[in-house]
């Protein structure tokens, strides 16, 4: 399916949407109509709401977003189609664009890879839209480390305190016990991160409507200075 830039987890098949300041670059909403889009990375422990937020986002700013199709070596199943789809490519033609550093990220499931190509994203941005890729910290650090020419607009979405990712988790019902504590674990070290002062922007999804308008005033806006503050997690940690 085609889709915003992705996370490549596995759940991305099927069930996920979206496959992720400084002062001269507040504003994206000036930015897009003098040509320079800058994709937005979106990061956030699993379960933290990014999917929630960003499918309002999408629902109310349709033409604003666009979509980057990803590569992958799996076969295409029926109603699919090469470029729309995916780039249904060949194992060889696959490893040969790793070895290119032609992919922000890759990673391979059931047998299948699959990855997020620099081209993707740079065609969205050709089209004059928002490329969103929701990533989790190895991707962003891989986009530092690699693709730091992409220059986006690092946004980490924390949760106001680590027993609400708990609860959130557990309320979503898509988790074992055993995935519930490696997501937890993970979170941990996502918010020691983000921490480190990783993200331009943090925006705390405590109540949804609040921090989806934070999201949209960033976002839509550009206005960065609307952003929140990291929650102090050290008391749960
Ligand atoms: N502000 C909120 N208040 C309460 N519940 C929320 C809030 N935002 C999202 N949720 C709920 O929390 C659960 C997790 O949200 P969601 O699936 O969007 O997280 P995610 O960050 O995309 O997770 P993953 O990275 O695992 O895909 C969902 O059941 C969602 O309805």
Redo the contacts with the bound molecule.
């Keep these: 399916m085609p889709s915003t830039c992705s996370s490549l987890r596995p ?1 991305q098949e099927g069930s ?1 949407l979206f496959p992720r300041p400084n002062s001269s670059i507040l504003h994206v909403g000036m930015s897009v109509a003098a040509g320079l889009i800058r994709p937005i990375v979106i990061c ?1 422990p ?7 937020l960003l499918k309002k986002l999408f629902i109310d700013y349709p033409d604003k977003f666009g979509f980057s199709i990803s590569h992958t070596t799996r076969a295409p199943r029926p109603g699919e189609s090469h470029g729309v789809s995916y780039h249904f490519v060949t194992r060889d033609d696959f490893v040969d664009l790793v070895k290119r550093d032609g992919f922000i990220e890759h990673a391979e499931f059931s047998g299948n890879m699959y990855g997020t190509s620099v081209q993707a994203v740079e065609d969205v941005k050709k089209g004059g839209k928002m490329c969103i890729l929701d990533i989790d910290t190895q991707g962003v650090k891989l986009i530092k480390a690699n693709h730091a020419y992409l220059n986006p607009l690092y946004v980490f ?1 924390s949760p106001p305190s680590i027993a609400s990712l708990k609860t ?2 557990t ?2 019902g898509t988790e074992s016990a055993e995935s519930m504590s490696a997501r937890l674990a993970a979170a941990v070290g996502e918010l020691e991160y983000a921490k480190s002062g990783a993200f331009d922007v943090v925006v705390v ?4 409507e609040r ?1 989806y308008n934070v999201l949209r005033q960033v976002i839509v806006e550009g206005k960065t200075d609307e952003a929140d503050k990291l929650p102090d997690f050290s008391s749960e940690a």
């Design positions: 759940r996920r956030g699993s379960g933290t709401g990014k999917s929630t979405i959130r988790l309320g979503r999804n405590d109540d949804l921090a």
